[in-house]
């Protein structure tokens, strides 16, 4: 059996022995990325939590769609951020998981049996490439559980958790703010860096009756997870 970090590992159970598992396949090379020419390219990103940075990873999926307009894109994201995914366009399959959960709630038969369905949805998406958008162990341990055939992540020197860099295949340099970061990591496909769009439209659709003449909607949302990131509502009118 493979390590987490050899491309061509050895088989990983039942998704490894579909056909279009075995033996070469005709591909396509993107800025030095290989991927299938005879069916759409398979791309899962994995990015869990938390709600601040599934937002700011929103222009990854949306880069990937105009540059793959026929692929399947699939997200992997806790089930407490999965809501802020639900429906998007430019997504087809959510995958969710309750990690968190479960850790506090290891032995349980419930953890298990959830755990179990996460993981064969994981694999059953089949994907080509994993993009670790998180730099830890857990979004690497994640994408070597999907069975990709790449994996694809930040550079161990970009990473949250340089030692994370074991569970990557291909590192990509990053820097600056965390939606560039995100953003570069998508160099290989050959997508250059360009202004993020978050997809204003898909976030805040117009309503019926909706006149461009009219003021548009401002979402201002001043809450946090941890209570040492909350800004004094008092101070942000200042």
Not at 138 to 149: E, M, N, Q, T
Not at 190 to 206: C, K, R, S, T
Request: proline share 11%; with cysteine; hydrophobic share 45%.
């Amino acid at each position: 059996l493979g390590g987490p970090n050899s491309p061509g590992r050895g088989p990983q159970g039942p998704c490894d022995e579909r056909p279009d598992r075995q033996g070469p396949r005709p591909a396509v090379t993107v800025a030095s990325l290989a991927l299938p020419t005879d069916r759409p390219a398979r791309l899962l990103l994995i990015r869990t939590s938390a709600l601040g940075d599934v937002v700011h990873c929103l222009p990854v999926l949306r880069a990937l769609r105009r540059r793959f307009p026929q692929a399947r894109i699939g997200w992997v994201v806790e089930a407490a951020m999965a809501p802020v995914l639900q429906d998007h366009p430019d997504l087809d399959e959510l995958i969710v998981v309750r990690l968190r959960a479960w850790r506090r709630a290891f032995a349980a038969r419930q953890t298990r049996r959830e755990a179990r369905e996460s993981l064969r949805r994981l694999r059953a998406f089949r994907a080509d490439v994993a993009i670790d958008l998180m730099g830890n162990h857990k979004a690497g341990a994640l994408a070597w559980l999907s069975g990709a055939r790449l994996r694809l992540g930040a550079a161990k020197a970009s990473r949250r958790e340089p030692s994370s860099a074991i569970w990557i295949h291909r590192g990509v340099p990053v820097a600056g703010h965390a939606v560039e970061r995100a953003l570069g990591l998508l160099a290989p496909f050959g997508i250059q860096a360009a202004p993020a769009d978050f997809g204003p439209a898909v976030l805040l659709p117009p309503r019926p009756g909706d006149s461009p003449a009219e003021p548009c909607d401002v979402l201002i949302h001043p809450g946090a997870g941890w209570r040492n990131k909350v800004y004094p509502p008092a101070l942000w009118g200042q």
